[in-house]
């Protein structure tokens, strides 16, 4: 069956830190990954796109690589602030567009 | 520009009632959408729609229906409430499908409890 995994639902670190998230998906031939940023009661907000032919995006404090090989897209935030705090939800371009289930980051001060 | 309006905020039915979950969008975007969030479930498309006049269903379709009788308007409506139907109810907008970059632009969410 197909599915999209992400490390784990939550993850604190300090701040200042690098916050690495990772994207791991079975069974999809993605043409591209996206990356969202989700706030508590507010709808999902676009961050990052990556295609298959890509290795690494960047966009100011964010990266994000994407291993076809492995299936798998990493996600990380430099110089981790507190505002950095939120959801961050991938999502797979496949012959629609499906999320994985999100990882809830805290940048603690 | 509003972007993507959903209403209402919040619901509360009781089962076997219906209702519709309004969706619009001032961009001029041809793709339009429903997810349900549940937690531990991640969003599931519902269903879609590539333009007015063509729907198609996504991975969790039952129990719903939609129309897209306008580029702006992309309803979702419920049949039948069941209290499986509670959830956090999202409508998604893209340019160009999801052919060009594919960036979806979210609506804030409709919370529907179904009791």
């Known amino acids: 069956s197909q599915k999209i995994e992400q490390n784990s639902e939550a993850l604190n670190i300090q701040e200042g830190k690098t916050a690495t998230l990772t994207c791991n998906y079975t069974?999809?031939?993605?043409?591209?990954l996206q990356w969202y940023r989700q706030d508590p009661g507010r709808g999902p907000v676009f961050l990052l796109l990556?295609?298959?032919?890509?290795k690494e995006k960047r966009k100011e404090r964010l990266k994000v690589t994407f291993d076809t090989t492995l299936k798998q897209s990493l996600f990380h935030i430099t110089a981790s602030q507190p505002a950095d705090s939120a959801t961050y939800l991938c999502?797979?371009?496949?012959?629609?567009?499906?999320f994985g289930t999100g990882t809830r980051l805290t940048v603690i001060p | 520009n509003a972007g993507v309006t959903q209403t209402p905020k919040f619901q509360v039915l009781k089962t076997g009632q219906s209702m519709t979950l309004q969706c619009a969008q001032d961009m001029n975007h041809e793709y339009m959408s429903w997810y349900r969030q549940d937690p531990g479930m991640g969003l599931r498309l519902i269903h879609y729609?590539?333009?007015?006049?063509?729907?198609d269903q996504g991975e969790v379709p039952n129990g719903y229906n939609v129309s897209r009788s306008t580029t702006e308007d992309f309803p979702l409506r419920l049949l039948s409430a069941a209290p499986s139907q509670t959830s956090v109810y999202f409508c998604?907008?893209?340019?160009?499908?999801?052919?060009?970059?594919?960036?979806?632009?979210f609506g804030e969410g409709s919370r529907l409890t179904v009791l």
């Open positions: 990556i295609r298959e032919n890509e």
């Open positions: 729609s590539v333009g007015a006049g063509i729907t």
């Open positions: 999502a797979l371009r496949s012959n629609n567009l499906f």
């Open positions: 069974n999809y031939s993605p043409a591209y």
């Open positions: 998604a907008s893209s340019y160009m499908g999801l052919a060009l970059t594919g960036e979806l632009f």
